[in-house]
């Protein structure tokens, strides 16, 4: 399969993507201010760290990307770089806040799914068997061809060097089909927004929710799903969607979902994953992994 027109970026886009990735690093502290390739200075002449920013335009973003980026750096160069700790969870937020300035796809995926432990990733398509884009989304081995968000609390931590595709089990990664039931587009958005819910001990689940913030919370998790298009193939892990059956994942509540097992079977510092849910959207251009893991 050709390349597809988004995966070679913009100049607008590359730049963004940098920025991105060095405000990652910040926050993870694998790079210093002033360090990297956008060697960000500690303060410019006439901006002190910690000095108050100025009005923006809340409209810098995907519209905007110059104006995206130049919002960004100037809050990067206003933060106080002392204490360290406070100066990490500042680049945080502003990473955070950046990328969901990007697309409304992030500041969606951001919304309803950064907090719960879950993973969020996208890839390309390029091979006839989509189960094979799925897999390398899984193993991390690609990134998302139009530069969106990720959300992998995994990524870097150290646990991957002896098992690499941690959270997920690599025997469920090889037999991935076979755990995995068609879906239908309404009972597809259903489950991410449950993956909003807690596995255990769930205050406010979906289904009691006021309606506004219900509707909220299904239009976010539709906004997901809507990247792939009305013609997409949706699959899931559950149990429930055996035999062309179609579940109401939010009367149900994530707690009450049961599945094809695809998260790992390893004790790992303390934690033990005993519960997950996945959704796997395709189209002909793109795959997209979206998953909820129960750890206790």
Same mark, same amino acid.
């Given at each position: 399969m050709p390349p597809l027109p988004h995966e070679v970026p913009s100049p607008d886009r590359t730049a963004l993507d940098r920025l991105d990735a060095y405000l990652e690093a910040l926050w993870d502290g694998t790079a210093e201010p002033g360090a990297g390739p956008l060697s960000v200075p500690d303060s410019e002449p006439g901006i002190e760290p910690g000095a108050e920013e100025p009005e923006r335009s809340p409209a810098a973003g995907v519209d905007d990307p110059d104006a995206l980026h130049s919002w960004a750096l100037d /809050?990067? /160069?206003r933060l106080p770089r002392t204490p360290r700790d406070d100066f990490v969870r500042r680049v945080g937020g502003l990473l955070a806040e950046f990328r969901g300035r990007r697309s409304p796809w992030n500041a969606a995926a951001l919304r309803l799914l950064d907090d719960p432990y879950t993973f969020v990733a996208a890839g390309p398509r390029r091979h006839r068997d989509w189960a094979d884009d799925v897999r390398a989304v899984m193993r991390r081995s690609v990134r998302d061809p139009r530069g969106w968000i990720r959300l992998d609390r995994d990524r870097r931590d150290d646990v991957r060097h002896t098992f690499p595709d941690h959270p997920f089990d690599p025997l469920a990664i090889a037999e991935l089909p076979a755990r995995l039931h068609p879906v239908g587009l309404d009972a597809a958005v259903a489950a $991410? @927004? %449950?993956m909003s819910e807690e596995w255990q001990a769930e205050p406010a689940p %979906? /289904?009691? /929710? $006021?309606? $506004? #913030?219900r509707a909220r919370i299904? @239009? #976010?998790a539709r906004t997901l799903l809507d990247r792939y298009g009305p013609d997409a193939g949706l699959w899931t892990n559950a149990t429930a969607a055996a035999d062309g059956a179609s579940p109401d994942f939010v009367a149900a509540g994530l707690a009450r979902t049961r599945s094809h097992r695809c998260a790992t079977t390893e004790? %790992?510092?303390?934690l033990d994953i005993v519960d997950d849910l996945g959704v796997i959207a395709v189209n002909e251009d793109e795959v997209g992994v979206f998953w909820s893991f129960g750890a206790c």
């Open positions: /809050r990067l /160069r $991410p @927004a %449950v %979906v /289904r009691s /929710r $006021p309606s $506004p #913030d299904l @239009a #976010d004790y %790992v510092k303390g």
